[in-house]
């Protein structure tokens, strides 16, 4: 009896496992990964302002890892999520690169400013990878839309 019963915490477990797997869920997975290394590199140094960048995009992409690992995005049709996420990685890969070459030709003798501007500028990358291949869903789903049938032209 205990086999046919799954606790929800398990179901949870599970549905983490296989998202992460997807190739969304590691974009995600790693851009979270990324802003908390970030994060932990702007505390460390000596400004510590331009982990705001960081933190933010971290929650966004919490946020949206839980959103689509729990299939939320398919319940919630008032919004298209697609687009919602294409400008979420679209304006963190800017922020990211923005603020992470003024920390990287602005930090010298702050070993952490630096390091924290080079994981940014990696994460800047990742965030327009993961853009980018937002983008090519959009453009992909955008196309497949019912033809008309109507001969009377």
């Known amino acids: 009896m205990a086999d046919t019963d799954a606790s929800p915490a398990a179901n949870c477990v599970e549905k983490l496992k ?43 992409a919490i946020v949206f890892f839980v959103l689509f690992m729990m299939d939320l995005d398919k319940q919630l049709q008032f919004i298209n999520w697609l687009w919602t996420d294409l400008f979420r ?13 003024i920390c ?32 090519l869903d959009i453009k992909s789903t955008r196309g497949h839309t019912a033809a008309s049938t109507d001969d009377r032209v």
């Not at 010298?108 to 853009?131: K, N």
Request: glycine residues 16%; charged residues 10%.
């Open 18 to 60: 296989t998202y992460v797997r997807t190739r969304k869920g590691t974009i995600l997975a790693a851009e979270i990964l990324l802003s908390f290394i970030i994060i932990i590199c702007y505390a460390a140094s000596l400004y510590g302002g331009y982990s705001a960048v960081a933190i933010f995009e971290m929650i966004f």
């Open 89 to 101: 990685a679209g304006i963190g890969a800017l922020l990211y690169i923005i603020t992470s070459l």
């Open 104 to 135: 990287v030709i602005g930090g010298a003798g702050d070993g952490a400013r630096i390091a924290g501007g080079v994981f940014g500028l990696i994460a800047g990358i990742l965030f327009g990878y993961d853009a980018y291949t937002v983008f």
